[in-house]
């Protein structure tokens, strides 16, 4: 039981244990074994192009391949890595590797730009944007190979240093897409200041819309709203034919979900696209 106690403890965090205990030092110590012994996985989740049909974009989800606990989902372990701080090596571990499999995909004659989820915390670090050169400079991959994914919370947590940030990340050749968008706290004056390319609708308006008129007016009313200010407006939580034929008739850029695809390790993506393709064409014929 003394085991099972601990490894419920480990998954479940719980944000009120106080920072210098024994529980928090020793899941602080497991994330760093799990960095530098490469238990941490890239998972890669297409992004469908609505216009053409076109898989030209892919969003980097981590995981852990924990030697005991098996494949553990980043809610079971992201939360617990941003009230530490901890969070800013992760993020250059992802960036790290999703500018790797960016190469690679070039390599393959694939060039899907890659969208990386960033922390309130990334945003507030002095060194963030030299810290992410040298990572892209190490695989050969340019700032434009990316997108930076950034949710409202991250925004709301110091608006002033974030804008400033963003803006030196744009200036620096990166895609900007707000994550999460229409949940948190951004007001929409706020909004209209951000240098972002992409507006990504919260799933909560989405993965409901084949059966809620009110939810499918929202998401037809956020798509206009993200044109009008000249943006990219991607819808996540795609779980079926219905949302999506509804994301086409209302005009949405870019779909994301289960029913497109789901998040695969990044080694499979190529034959994953290669098995879209080879579809397509015995559909045509
Ligand atoms: P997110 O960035 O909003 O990512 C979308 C989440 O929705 C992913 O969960 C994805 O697997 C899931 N999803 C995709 N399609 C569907 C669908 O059709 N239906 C449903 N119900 N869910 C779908 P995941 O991979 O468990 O990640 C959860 C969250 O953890 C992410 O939300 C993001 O906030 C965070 N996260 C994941 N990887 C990273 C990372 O590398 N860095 C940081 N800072 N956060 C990360
Ligand atoms: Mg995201
Ligand atoms: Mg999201
Ligand atoms: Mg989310």
């Not at 393959?108 to 040298?134: F, W, Y």
């Not at 949405?252 to 695809?261: K, P, T």
Request: proline share 5%; with cysteine.
């Amino acid at each position: 039981t003394e085991c099972k106690r601990r490894t419920a403890g480990m998954l479940a965090y719980d944000p009120s244990i106080d920072a210098g205990s024994a529980q928090t030092l020793s899941l602080l110590g497991e994330l760093r074994q799990a960095i530098r012994g490469q238990e941490l996985r890239l998972y890669l989740q297409p992004k469908l192009r609505l216009a053409d049909d076109q898989v030209l974009a892919a969003e980097a989800l981590v995981r852990w391949q924990h030697p005991q606990r098996g494949l553990v989902p980043p809610v079971q372990f992201i939360p617990f890595a941003e009230e530490t701080g901890f969070i800013h090596e992760l993020t250059l571990w992802v960036v790290d590797e999703a500018a790797r499999q960016a190469a690679l995909l070039r390599a393959q004659g694939l060039a899907p730009r890659i969208s990386v989820n960033l922390s309130a915390h990334d945003l507030m670090k002095p060194e963030l944007q030299q810290r992410l050169r040298t990572a892209l400079q190490r695989h050969g991959a340019e700032p434009g190979w990316l997108c930076l994914e950034i949710t409202e919370s991250a925004i709301a947590h110091d608006p002033q240093r974030a804008l400033q940030t963003l803006h030196a990340l744009k200036a620096e050749g990166f895609r900007l897409s707000i994550d999460d968008f229409g949940a948190g706290q951004t007001s929409l004056a706020q909004l209209i200041d951000l240098p972002v390319d992409e507006l990504k609708l919260d799933m909560l308006f989405v993965r409901t819309m084949d059966q809620d008129a009110d939810k499918a007016s929202m998401v037809g009313a956020l798509v206009r709203m993200g044109h009008d200010l000249r943006l990219s407006v991607v819808a996540e939580g795609v779980e079926n034919a219905a949302i999506l034929q509804r994301l086409r008739a209302l005009g949405c850029d870019e779909a994301q979900g289960w029913h497109i695809g789901k998040p695969m390790p990044a080694e499979e993506l190529p034959s994953w696209l290669q098995a879209r393709a080879l579809l397509a064409s015995v559909q045509r014929a």
